[in-house]
Structures are given as C-alpha cells and as structure tokens.
C-alpha cells in the first residue's frame, strides 16, 4: 500500500506501509532548533496506533507533551538531577546531602534501569516494601519517596515526562513515637548538675527557650540585647563535614583523618520565615548569661594568644565553636549523672513546649517562642501530661461539686436538681412552686458561679513571651 500524504495544517496521519505495519505520525508543536516537532508511532495493530495518535494529541492539546527528544533512563535523569540541579545555592547543602544519599544507594539501584517515561507508582511502591523488607527502617523509605517525589516533579517541569506518578504512589506509613517529655522537677534536677559545667546556660536555654541544637551552638553575643532582655535568632550551626588533608592515604574515614580538613561552613541562615525570630528572655536567664560572659571573658585572658575570637555564646575552652557530637555526647553525660532517663537533645524542645502548654500560653504566642510555621506542630510537641491531666481534673471538679473541701453529701450533681423540678410540676400546689423557685434561683446562682470562676481563669492567663514559666518565675 502505498505511503498517504501528510495531512495538512500539522493535523495527524494514519498509514500502513509496504510491511503491514500501521504508522502514525503527530504534530507536537517545534523543536528547540526551530524545526517541527512530529512524533513518529508504528505498530501492527492499527487500533493501537490510533490510541497513542489520541493520546499524544490529548497531551498536545492540554500543553503535557513530553519534550521531543527526551527519552531516558531513570538513572540518567536521576545523576543530571542530582549534580545540575538540586545543587547549592537553590537548596541548603543539609538537603542536597539527604537527597544524594537517596539517589546513590536507593533509588539508582533500585529503579534506575527503567525507561523514565515508562516509571509508574507501582515501581515505586515495590521499592519502599522491598527497602523496609531488608530492614530498613520507615522513615528511611519514607524519605527516599520525598526525594523522588521532587527529582519527578522537576521532570514534569521539563516535560520529560507527561506526571509526576511519585504523587500516586503510598508513601511509607511512619508510625510517630510518642515523646515524653521532662517534667518540672526533672528539669530542676538537670539544671542543677549542668550547673556545675562550662555552658551551663547552653541548657537552660534548650529547656526553657526549646532552642535546637543548631540555634544554641549558633548563638553569638551580638544576638543578645541584655539589658532589653531579648535574643534574636538567625543563624544556626552546621554539622561539620570533612575531607582528607592527607591525600587519603591514613586509611581512616574523612572525619577521623589526623590532617581532616572542614569542607563546609560553620553556620547557616535558619531555613524558615518563622524560625527567624526574636524571643523574650527571662530574667533569671538574663542574670545567668551575664554571669556566663564573665567566665568567659576570664576563659579569653587564659588562653591568651590561643584564643580563636569568634564571638560564640557556647564555645571551647580556646573560643572556637562547639561541636554538635561533643553537645550530643555532653547531654547524655548530664541525664546519666542527674539520673534521669534516656531521652534525646531534642527532647528538650518537646518538654519547653510542653511547659508552654502548662502554662496555657496561647497557641500564637508559643508559635513565635519555638519557631514554628503551623499549628500541626504543635500537636507533635506538645504533651498532655500527668500535670495537664490533675489540673484539668481539678477544675471539672471545683466547676461541678465546688470547693474539694466541702463534703460531697451536701452537692448534687445538676440532672438531679432538674429531675426533682419535673417531678415537682407533675405534683403541683403552692408549695411545689415555692420550692421551684428556690431552685431556680439556686441554678441562676450556680450559672453566675459558673462565669466568674471562667472570667478569673481568663484573667489568671499570662501572654508570656519571656519564655516558659516555672523556671523563670514567670507565673504566680
């Protein structure tokens, strides 16, 4: 049969050739160079060549055709992706490394080999079951799903494929661990071993400010405005990453190398709007930051010309600035000798949020404090604790049966009073109406109880923006 002529205005052909093939062929739009972009389709059958010239006109039509030209592995788009663009300065270094990581070990052994455009969320979904069969944990899929999720979505963005199918794939179910945080007495019992070591107020401020790691370390003096009692946060410490500055022949591992040379910054900006943020200080934290800056300024005179000045709130005994491993391992030190149990550096962060929340400090107010962008994260660090629960306690008790003081005989709860006014009504006569009036009288009495015991608890809250609470003396 011989060859049709290409239809006219760019409109699509069907033709079967010499073979028995059927072909189709698709105008797509142009080409980078300038030069029409016409999609060649060959196949036996000819309803399935007919099927694919609809779909990519279908795709043509809605502005989703893929770029001409495009085609390829999961694995080479996966390695341009990572070394071109999820590259620094578009993205923190932090996540750059999280997302290579997922590349080289996850997803190139797992899914590269497959054609990119042919990728579904099947392929995907295996992957996760398959990585937390050999014992991996969760999260670990879980993070691996986000990173291609964003390497796919820049794909789409570029036309090379026509979806994101990371978006239809289940993402791994990560089952949070409920955190308890420290009470109060336990904060006061860590205090006071962390008080006899250098930085002692490196850990007041993460329990009673629910600073991070990176923000404390991060801190430098002109953050301070102590006579305002202020602190503004802005930056935060990096964990130190290393290279070999022995030409890698000590056969130790970058960080252990004798020569190891830092290959990455000391600070960062903090990554969010929210967690750039001005905090009240309490004044004994004031007080305890001045007495700091006296000890190291005695530090300073010490160490003479081995100093390193950096103006560090935290920092060794020469001024550099602490590692984020020697602030892990000097936490685990402080719960052992307090003799409190195991719990991790920011576990401190969940137990000042928590006391902002025995504090009924507002939802707003305690967002500002942490540093936090949404209220879900409030429900991941603050916790309903036994302190929470005796208090709610009370009051429903003091708001039903009064005063705990008064003997329960003389209350009856409310459903009673209202059962005697019907039965009373059904009885009728001058005395029954007597004695519902009195009751009446009695509930106007109870409801005006009511409203003043809610309007003192209104009165009774305090805004504070000074940190949290019991520590600080902040709340009578």
Same mark, same amino acid.
């Given at each position: 049969?011989?060859?049709?002529?290409?239809?006219?205005?760019?409109?699509?052909?069907?033709?079967?050739?010499?073979?028995?093939?059927?072909?189709?062929?698709?105008?797509?739009?142009?080409?980078?160079?300038?030069?029409?972009?016409?999609? %060649?389709?060959?196949? !036996?059958?000819?309803?399935?060549? @007919?099927?694919?010239?609809?779909?990519?006109?279908?795709?043509?039509? +809605?502005?989703?055709?893929?770029?001409?030209?495009?085609?390829?592995?999961?694995?080479? *788009?996966?390695?341009? *992706?990572?070394?071109?663009?999820?590259?620094?300065?578009?993205?923190?270094?932090?996540?750059?490394?999280?997302?290579?990581?997922?590349?080289?070990?996850?997803?190139?052994?797992?899914?590269?080999?497959? *054609?990119?455009? /042919?990728?579904?969320?099947?392929?995907?979904?295996?992957?996760?079951?398959?990585?937390?069969?050999?014992?991996?944990?969760?999260?670990?899929?879980?993070?691996?799903?986000?990173?291609?999720?964003?390497?796919?979505?820049?794909? %789409?963005?570029?036309?090379?494929?026509?979806?994101?199918?990371? /978006?239809?794939?289940?993402?791994?179910? =990560?089952?949070?661990?409920?955190?308890?945080?420290?009470?109060?007495? +336990? @904060?006061?019992?860590?205090?006071?071993?962390?008080?006899?070591?250098?930085?002692?107020?490196? *850990?007041?401020?993460?329990?009673?400010?629910?600073?991070?790691?990176?923000?404390?370390?991060?801190?430098? !003096?002109?953050?301070?405005?102590?006579?305002?009692?202020?602190?503004?946060?802005?930056?935060?410490?990096?964990?130190?990453?290393?290279?070999?500055?022995?030409?890698?022949?000590?056969?130790?591992?970058?960080?252990?190398?004798?020569?190891?040379?830092?290959?990455?910054?000391?600070?960062?900006?903090?990554?969010? /709007?929210?967690?750039?943020?001005?905090?009240?200080?309490?004044?004994?934290?004031?007080?305890?930051?001045?007495?700091?800056?006296?000890?190291?300024?005695?530090?300073?005179?010490?160490? $003479?010309?081995? !100093?390193?000045?950096?103006? !560090?709130?935290?920092?060794?005994?020469?001024?550099? @600035?602490?590692?984020?491993?020697?602030?892990?391992?000097?936490?685990?030190?402080?719960?052992?000798?307090?003799?409190?149990?195991?719990?991790?550096?920011?576990?401190?962060? %969940?137990?000042?949020?928590?006391?902002?929340? =025995?504090?009924?400090?507002?939802?707003?107010?305690?967002?500002?404090?942490?540093?936090?962008?949404?209220?879900?994260?409030?429900?991941?660090?603050?916790?309903?604790?036994?302190?929470?629960?005796?208090?709610?306690?009370?009051?429903?008790?003091?708001?039903?049966?009064?005063?705990?003081?008064?003997?329960?005989?003389?209350?009856?709860?409310?459903?009673?009073?209202?059962?005697?006014?019907?039965?009373?009504?059904?009885? $009728?006569?001058?005395?029954?109406?007597?004695?519902?009036?009195?009751? =009446?009288?009695?509930? $106007?009495?109870? +409801?005006?109880? @009511?409203? /003043?015991?809610?309007?003192?608890?209104?009165?009774?809250?305090?805004?504070?923006?000074?940190?949290?609470?019991?520590?600080?003396?902040?709340?009578?």
């Amino acid at each position: 049969m011989a060859k049709a002529k290409r239809n006219l205005n760019g409109r699509s052909t069907l033709y079967q050739s010499k073979d028995g093939k059927w072909h189709g062929r698709v105008s797509m739009g142009v080409r980078d160079d300038g030069k029409p972009d016409r999609r %060649h389709i060959e196949r !036996w059958d000819k309803n399935e060549v @007919i099927a694919e010239i609809k779909r990519l006109e279908k795709l043509r039509d +809605e502005g989703n055709a893929p770029k001409a030209g495009g085609r390829m592995k999961v694995e080479a *788009w996966l390695t341009y *992706w990572i070394n071109e663009v999820a590259v620094v300065p578009t993205i923190r270094q932090s996540t750059h490394d999280g997302y290579r990581v997922d590349v080289v070990h996850h997803l190139i052994p797992g899914i590269g080999q497959h *054609w990119l455009d /042919k990728l579904t969320f099947t392929h995907l979904e295996r992957l996760y079951a398959k990585m937390q069969t050999s014992g991996l944990k969760p999260a670990t899929a879980h993070h691996v799903h986000r990173t291609i999720r964003v390497a796919l979505g820049e794909a %789409h963005r570029r036309q090379l494929v026509t979806r994101n199918v990371a /978006k239809d794939a289940k993402a791994p179910v =990560i089952e949070e661990e409920e955190i308890e945080p420290y009470d109060v007495d +336990e @904060i006061k019992d860590l205090l006071e071993v962390a008080a006899l070591r250098r930085n002692s107020a490196r *850990w007041v401020l993460a329990l009673a400010l629910g600073l991070r790691q990176g923000e404390a370390l991060g801190l430098k !003096w002109d953050d301070f405005d102590l006579d305002k009692g202020i602190l503004r946060i802005r930056r935060q410490a990096i964990r130190p990453k290393y290279a070999h500055g022995c030409g890698d022949v000590c056969g130790r591992k970058p960080g252990y190398c004798p020569q190891k040379i830092r290959t990455n910054p000391l600070t960062a900006v903090v990554k969010s /709007k929210a967690g750039r943020r001005r905090i009240g200080l309490p004044p004994f934290v004031v007080a305890l930051l001045r007495r700091h800056k006296e000890a190291q300024d005695a530090e300073r005179v010490a160490a $003479g010309d081995k !100093w390193q000045e950096g103006g !560090w709130v935290f920092a060794k005994p020469d001024g550099s @600035i602490l590692n984020t491993n020697t602030d892990h391992h000097e936490w685990k030190d402080l719960l052992e000798e307090a003799g409190l149990r195991e719990g991790r550096l920011h576990d401190a962060r %969940h137990t000042a949020a928590t006391v902002l929340l =025995i504090l009924e400090v507002s939802e707003r107010t305690t967002m500002s404090i942490m540093g936090w962008s949404s209220t879900a994260n409030a429900k991941r660090y603050q916790h309903v604790i036994d302190a929470i629960r005796l208090s709610v306690a009370r009051r429903v008790g003091d708001l039903l049966w009064g005063n705990p003081g008064v003997e329960a005989s003389g209350w009856q709860p409310l459903e009673d009073h209202f059962r005697q006014m019907v039965e009373l009504l059904d009885t $009728g006569g001058e005395l029954a109406l007597s004695r519902i009036a009195e009751m =009446i009288t009695m509930l $106007g009495e109870i +409801e005006t109880a @009511i409203r /003043k015991a809610m309007e003192d608890e209104g009165s009774d809250r305090q805004e504070v923006v000074t940190g949290t609470g019991e520590l600080a003396g902040t709340r009578n």
